[in-house]
């Protein structure tokens, strides 16, 4: 099992930044594929960006690309997500989440229902 643990989100104003973490514990492994979603009051899920197991690829929304930027620390069992240029759309709750999928396909890294393991999420909220 594994455990994973958002943190950094917070209250940032328009055209800010904010860097957020996901710590994992347990039987942790780098043979994960690593995700970030968010979901905003009554919208759906939505992917955000995701990392392959050694950081050598990466995926994103592509209405997020160039603004937010994931990466990695396997020897600390952590996963990051840059933030820059936010805006009011980005308020939302953002999830952190791993599957052991041993394909780095768009269509799979960008569903969530592909990934088994979530954390409880933090609340990122970017004011005008």
């Known amino acids: 099992q594994v455990q994973l643990v958002e943190s950094g989100g917070g209250l940032v104003q328009a055209g800010g930044s904010l860097r957020l973490s996901c710590a994992a514990s347990?039987?942790?492994?780098?043979?994960?594929?690593m995700g970030w979603f968010r979901q905003a009051p009554g919208k759906e899920r939505e992917f955000v960006a995701a990392?392959?197991?050694?950081?050598?690829?990466?995926d994103y929304a592509d209405s997020l690309k160039g603004r937010f930027t994931i990466s990695r620390d396997n020897a600390k069992n952590t996963v990051s997500l840059q933030m820059n240029s936010l805006n009011p759309e980005d308020t939302a709750v953002y999830y952190c989440?791993?599957?052991?999928?041993?394909?780095?396909?768009?269509?799979?890294?960008?569903?969530?229902?592909?990934?088994?393991?979530w954390g409880q999420g933090t609340q990122v909220t970017v004011s005008s």
């Open positions: 347990g039987r942790t492994s780098s043979n994960y594929i």
């Open positions: 989440a791993a599957t052991s999928s041993p394909k780095f396909y768009g269509t799979v890294v960008q569903s969530g229902h592909k990934y088994d393991y």
């Open positions: 990392i392959s197991w050694r950081g050598a690829m990466t």
